[in-house]
Structure formats: C-alpha cells, structure tokens
C-alpha cells in the first residue's frame, strides 16, 4: 500500500482493536495498542471527584509516549497500525472535564501534540449507539472488562461526539466504514474487502459500507 502508517479510531465497542490486528497480520505491520491499563479508571466509573481529570491526564502522557517513539526512519521501514488517533484524547476530554481542568488539559495536549507523526491515513468505523451497547454488554459478561459497562447515555453521548469529530476531520485521509453489517474481528472477507478499499483510497474523505 501507498500507507505506511494507518490509525483505527471509533468509539468504544467499534472493533478498532480486533482490526488493528487482523490487518498487522496480513501485512506484515507493526501494531500499535493502546495500553488500555488506567489506575484511575476505577474511581472514575465511580464518578470520584478529580478522577476524570486524572484519568484523562493518565491516558494523554500513555499516548504521547506510545506514538512520539514513531520515528520516520520507522514508518519508512515497515508499515505501523494503530487502534487509535492521538487527536481523539480531546473527545474524551470534552466529555469528561470541567471548564478549569480542561484549561489545563488543553495547554498540556497543545505541548505534546507536537511530538506526535500523523498517520497516513485513518479508518474510522462508524456504528449506531444501540449496536455499541449490545457489543459492551456482550464484552461486559467476561469479568476482565467489567469497566465496560458504561451508562447508556454516555455511550451515546461519545458517539454522538465521534461522529461530530469526524464529520469535520480533514488533517489526514480518512475512510469512514459503517459496521453494522459485519464484524472485522470474525470475518477474513470482510478484512480482505476493507484491503481492496484501502488500496484504492485517495485524498480527502471517502465511505465503505462493508455488507455480509
């Protein structure tokens, strides 16, 4: 492919993940996860007050530190895949944070965007909120991601944020798939058909509704 660093962004219960792997496989890439381990998130589901903004701060400095390790001698050498946009720190924030602890938070991302590679292309994967619910309570049953069971109005909230974010993204190449009809993560023609995609996208924004 003409890509050589890719980012998969959606929100939660989107399937960036899965993906993410699955397309490291075929193309013998580099991929890049996110390390989802917060010691804050306990007391933030818990609606502690101050651990939202620790939480954020926690995932923001994870983040820079992932991705300003990418060199371009790196992204030049093999291809990299991300399951996540840097710049998405900020919906995450805008939901989360009140008005003085998103000053400060705004003035540290300002610092550490900087250091940060834009990738050459994003895959966002778009689903409607209802779908997102079903696949957190379906994960939520395995005891290791009982932090997923978000309150519905939050989950709908961030989707309604993602989508807002992405209708009006144009930093980079963006390929907008709708996932309603199909699950990456279970399915090799699916993930075959997305590769035709991404060979033949070009600048600016396009759409791919994958079918069964």
């Keep these: 492919m003409d890509y050589r660093y890719l980012a998969i962004e959606g929100p939660v219960g989107a399937g960036k ?66 399951d996540y946009l840097f710049d998405r720190d900020r919906i995450y924030a805008y939901l989360s944070l009140d008005d003085n602890e998103l000053f400060i938070y705004q003035r540290l991302y ?9 990738p050459d292309l994003v895959v966002y994967l778009q689903a409607p909120t209802d779908l997102l619910l079903k696949r957190l309570r379906d994960r939520a049953r395995n005891p290791e991601h009982e932090a997923l069971r978000l309150a519905p109005d939050y989950v709908k909230e961030m989707n309604e944020a993602y989508q807002h974010f992405f209708f009006h993204y144009t930093a980079t190449p963006l390929l907008v798939v709708e996932t309603s009809q ?30 069964k």
């Design 17 to 82: 993940t899965a993906l993410a792997e699955r397309l490291a496989l075929r193309l013998d890439a580099t991929a890049i996860l996110e390390d989802a381990d917060n010691p804050f998130l306990a007391d933030f589901y818990q609606d502690r007050p101050g651990s939202a903004f620790q939480a954020q701060l926690f995932f923001l400095l994870n983040r820079h530190r992932q991705l300003s390790g990418l060199r371009q001698t790196d992204l030049f050498s093999q291809v990299s895949i991300c």
């Design 110 to 118: 300002d610092l550490l965007y900087r250091d940060i590679p834009a």
């Design 182 to 211: 199909i699950d990456f993560g279970r399915s090799d023609d699916a993930v075959d058909d997305l590769l035709r995609q991404l060979r033949t996208i070009g600048r600016g924004t396009q759409y791919y509704v994958p079918r």
